[in-house]
T-cell receptor, first 109, second 116 residues
Framework: GEDVEQSLFLSVREGDSSVINCTYTDSSSTYLYWYKQEPGAGLQLLTYIFSNMDMKQDQRLTVLLNKKDKHLSLRIADTQTGDSAIYFCAEGSDDKIIFGKGTRLHILP | EPEVTQTPSHQVTQMGQEVILRCVPISNHLYFYWYRQILGQKVEFLVSFYNNEISEKSEIFDDQFSVERPDGSNFTLKIRSTKLEDSAMYFC??????????????FGPGTRLTVL
């Protein structure tokens, strides 16, 4: 069945780049997403990438997709304390979204 | 900016009781969703709803669950007889236009359900 896997924790120094990795199983997914969840808040869509693209850049965010390996990554350049959150990788098929468990990004001073 | 709201933020109930979780989707949205996240686990899709009927549901969404859009603004999730394993954070989401996957699903802040 459909599954999305990602590491649970990542610690990064302020100012460095953060790279969060994810693997998924459903090759028929049309879109892949990154959602951000801050404490007490809902899931905020950060960015998404169409499955026939291999890269998408949006300001400090860069998404890389390796469709052959079913590997997705999110790079956050110049990580700030406000980036501290849980980041969910997700794949979309039909009208539902399948989420990973989320990676908690911790920013070190 | 319009947002999805959910009430209550935290619901505590006894096992076997019925609960209704409420959501107010973004006003011009047509597709509505419920997801849940058991503590420490993944966010899981429960159900999608369009044109006053369920369009897709997961295997989690059994006969104990039902959804309703009782008026033009609310979207509710009812659990008829709660079990301990129903304890989770429940997220409502909505999207506009055609419900294609590209349409952004906007999520509410969630309702934490605790079943004792």
């Amino acid at each position: 069945g459909e599954d999305v896997e990602q590491s649970l924790f990542l610690s990064v120094r302020e100012g460095d780049s953060s790279v969060i990795n994810c693997t998924y199983t459903d090759s028929s997914s049309t879109y892949l997403y990154w959602y951000k969840q801050e404490p007490g808040a809902g899931l905020q869509l950060l960015t998404y990438i169409f499955s026939n693209m291999d890269m998408k850049q949006d300001q400090r965010l860069t998404v890389l997709l390796n469709k052959k390996d079913k590997h997705l990554s999110l790079r956050i350049a110049d990580t700030q304390t406000g980036d501290s959150a849980i980041y969910f990788c997700a794949e979309g098929s039909d009208d539902k979204i399948i989420f990973g468990k989320g990676t908690r990004l911790h920013i070190l001073p | 900016e319009p947002e999805v709201t959910q009430t209550p933020s935290h619901q505590v109930t006894q096992m076997g009781q019925e609960v209704i979780l409420r959501c107010v989707p973004i006003s011009n949205h047509l597709y509505f969703y419920w997801y849940r996240q058991i503590l420490g686990q993944k966010v899981e899709f429960l159900v999608s709803f369009y044109n006053n009927e369920i369009s897709e549901k997961s295997e989690i969404f059994d006969d104990q669950f039902s959804v309703e859009r009782p008026d033009g603004s609310n979207f509710t999730l009812k659990i008829r007889s709660t079990k301990l394993e129903d304890s989770a954070m429940y997220f409502c989401a909505s999207s506009d236009s055609t419900g294609q996957v590209t349409d952004t699903q906007y999520f509410g802040p969630g309702t934490r359900l605790t079943v004792l």
